[in-house]
């Protein structure tokens, strides 16, 4: 039964996110903020369930758990985001520290190779086109834009780099992969959600439903380790 607890985190979760996108799309702002971090909280749980049941990679564990904090804290502080202002930068800067954490802990398990960097440049050149291409109002944050595009890329392309890796397993290895590419996608959406021209608000519940579903892939991938 205890290595199944954090089914009951994830379930929740995706009730909250229920929760969450009802609340935004009827205009509730305190239900918004109030379903969004717990939702934030329930990905944090699942995780803390699998780092108590494996000691296994003590150290890819423990900075995969640090990472789910600081989407937490990136969850709320943009939740409490009105107009782009301090509570954006926060947020921003605590998704940069999470992305940062994630792509150490997957490091942990294979090293920088040159394909990756070699591939990095490349996604991070394709968002480079999609952000000077593309119509959006970026109200003087493109250079911070530009540095968080770097950084998710090479999140992205070292999750997809696991993919031939002995440990931890298929499953897990699968569900880090899922977690990076829907990772890239989700802040692609908010990108077109916090800064596109005329974007309906159902851009930014389908964010959610695939950051969401991220996190979810990211923290079942801990309890998966406890079953190899």
């Not at 921003?92 to 990756?116: Q, W, Y």
């Not at 070699?118 to 991070?124: E, I, K, P, R, S």
């Amino acid at each position: 039964m205890n290595s199944k607890r954090y089914l009951i985190f994830e379930g929740f979760m995706l009730v909250s996110l229920t929760g969450l996108i009802a609340s935004f799309q009827n205009g509730f702002s305190y239900g918004t903020i109030a379903f969004k971090t717990f939702a934030s909280l329930c990905f944090v749980l699942a995780g803390l369930c699998g780092y108590f049941i494996t000691k296994k990679k003590e150290k890819f564990t423990k900075t995969m758990l640090i990472a789910f904090f600081c989407s937490m804290f990136g969850d709320i502080f943009l939740a409490l985001d009105t107009n782009q202002g301090i509570f954006f930068i926060l947020g921003v800067l605590s998704f940069a520290a999470a992305h940062i954490l994630f792509s150490t802990a997957f490091c942990r398990l294979s090293p920088v190779s040159k394909k990756d960097i070699a591939l990095t440049g490349a996604v991070f050149l394709a968002l480079m086109l999609l952000l000077f291409l593309g119509s959006f109002d970026f109200q003087g944050l493109l250079p911070v834009l530009i540095g968080y595009a770097a950084i998710i890329s090479f999140m992205m392309v070292k999750s997809v780099s696991l993919k031939n890796c002995r440990w931890p397993g298929e499953c897990a290895t699968m569900l880090i992969m899922a977690g990076g590419v829907l990772f890239l996608l989700s802040d692609i959406i908010l990108l077109f959600w916090l800064f596109g021209l005329g974007t309906p608000k159902e851009v930014q519940s389908l964010n959610w439903i695939v950051y969401y579903l991220a996190q979810g892939c990211l923290s079942m991938t801990l309890n998966k380790l406890s079953e190899n």
